[in-house]
């Protein structure tokens, strides 16, 4: 076999894994009773003494994604830059960005494949074209750090103002809409929106293509950041309306660290402008508006055998667990006196991600505490997040391989902890 062949084959046989999980006995393909859950729950390798709730950091590979990952490091690590050079750099890319392609409902020509979404999301906000001097940006208060930063600083070299949104708590779908509705009613110059899909201090999933046809109508352009939503909630990313996106692979599509990809519509790519005045592709080319460096290639050779994994268990499916892990322990707590729970359970509004906090613990340091407690008296892990206006809380996640038994767990700590204090 060539050396060409060859690296075809390590690209596009990284499903072989997902197929001796089949042959195993281990059915993934569209699970929906409980022992197809606990069959995926067991392709999973983690860790026993603990238990993880705090999945939305990023997603743990199936054992058959892990061993893909280790078959590529150890086949670039004998055919270097040789097959880098030639094959992956170009073929391989590209088979990568059709693919996604296939998987987004978005042309090829529309994606750029990035280290993550940090890195997607800082080239789309500092890269912003069209801001001029006097005009307002917007973003929440919820809104993920580094992106809010990137907003500050954009505003700041284009001497635009910054206008902060207060998402309400507690807060539902419409109270949402109503709140970026007369943020911009307040803010007529605003031309620049940022949106957090599935929010990560509080697990809300805003509606995005509501509010993105709220701005389109008064001339706003929104960059939205799927971060959190991006394989966990089953959509293309025509659905938001959005001409801007940023998303990774490496949290819900459970791909290696080091994943993303970002979208610019057809149309707009103009205003975005090349990432460090990228020469490596012509300014009409996305590709000129990400410029990662040597990146880790055996992470984006196994995209397609997560993305395989991610098919055979069906996005639709996966979020229903995941909601349905979510929904176990909140329908036992919501009613406690001494908790509040940040999510709302309005269909639509969440998904695997949950906050809460003890009734008047709204500092960061007292919900640190609360998270080191929950981890050393129960071995539960979550961890506690600030931003929200009612003050800090303990982000709670479950992935597919947890099971009832630990939020079971996690019930009874809740329980006590909310009669103890
Ligand atoms: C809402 C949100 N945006 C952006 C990011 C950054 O993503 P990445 O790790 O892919 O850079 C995260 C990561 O936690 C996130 O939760």
Redesign the pocket.
């Known amino acids: 076999m060539d050396g060409f062949q060859a690296g075809r084959r390590r690209l596009l046989g990284a499903a072989a894994g997902v197929t001796a999980l089949g042959a195993s006995g281990v059915s993934l393909a569209a699970p929906s009773t409980a022992a197809d859950w606990e069959a995926v729950a067991r392709s999973y390798d983690i860790a026993g003494d603990f238990v993880n709730l705090e999945n ?3 997603g743990i590979m199936a054992r058959p994604v892990a061993e893909d990952f280790k078959r590529n490091i150890d086949y670039l690590n004998r055919y270097n830059s040789m097959y880098l050079r030639r094959q992956f750099d170009r073929a391989g890319m590209e088979q990568l960005r059709a693919l996604l392609a296939a998987h987004t409902g978005v042309a090829a020509e529309e994606l750029a494949i990035t280290r ?4 997607s ?1 800082q080239n789309l906000i500092c890269n912003y074209r069209l801001l001029r001097r006097g005009d307002t940006i917007m973003y929440a208060n919820l ?2 750090d ?2 809010q930063y990137a907003m500050n600083d954009l505003a700041q070299r284009n001497g635009a103002r910054v206008a902060l949104v207060k998402m309400p708590e507690p807060v539902n779908r419409q109270a949402a809409i109503d709140v970026y509705e007369q943020a911009m009613l307040a803010n007529p110059r605003t031309r620049l929106l940022l949106l ?1 899909h ?3 201090r509080t697990g809300f999933v805003l509606p995005v293509a509501e509010i993105v046809k709220l701005a389109k109508a008064r001339h706003i352009d929104v960059i939205v ?1 799927v ?2 939503s991006w394989g966990q909630l089953d959509y293309k990313l025509p659905d938001l309306g959005a001409d801007f996106i940023g998303a ?1 692979l ?2 819900w599509v459970g791909a290696p660290l080091g994943t ?1 990809f970002l979208y610019i519509r057809k149309e707009r790519l103009a205003d975005i402008g090349v990432e460090r005045g990228d020469e490596d592709y012509p300014a009409s080319d996305i590709r000129s508006r990400v410029h990662s460096g040597t990146v880790n290639a055996a992470a984006l050779m196994t995209i397609p055998a997560a993305l395989k994994l991610h098919d055979d268990i069906g996005v639709a499916n996966r979020g229903r667990r995941l909601r349905e892990l979510r929904d176990h322990w909140v329908r036992q707590v919501r009613g406690l006196d001494g908790i509040q729970v940040l999510t709302p359970d309005e269909a639509g509004s969440y998904g695997a991600v949950t906050s809460f906090r003890l009734r008047g613990h709204t500092t960061f340091e007292q919900n640190v505490a609360l998270s080191n407690r929950l981890f050393e008296q129960y071995r539960l892990f979550t961890v506690a997040r600030k931003g929200p206006v009612g003050g800090a809380c303990i982000r709670v996640t479950p992935g597919l391989f947890t099971r009832e038994s630990d939020l079971e767990q996690l019930v009874l700590a809740l329980k006590e902890l909310s009669r103890t204090g």
Request: charged letters at 15%; proline letters at 0%.
């Open positions: 939305a950091y990023y993550g979404a940090t890195e999301l809104d993920y580094a992106m957090t599935i929010n990560h950041d971060a959190q990774n490496h949290k993303g």
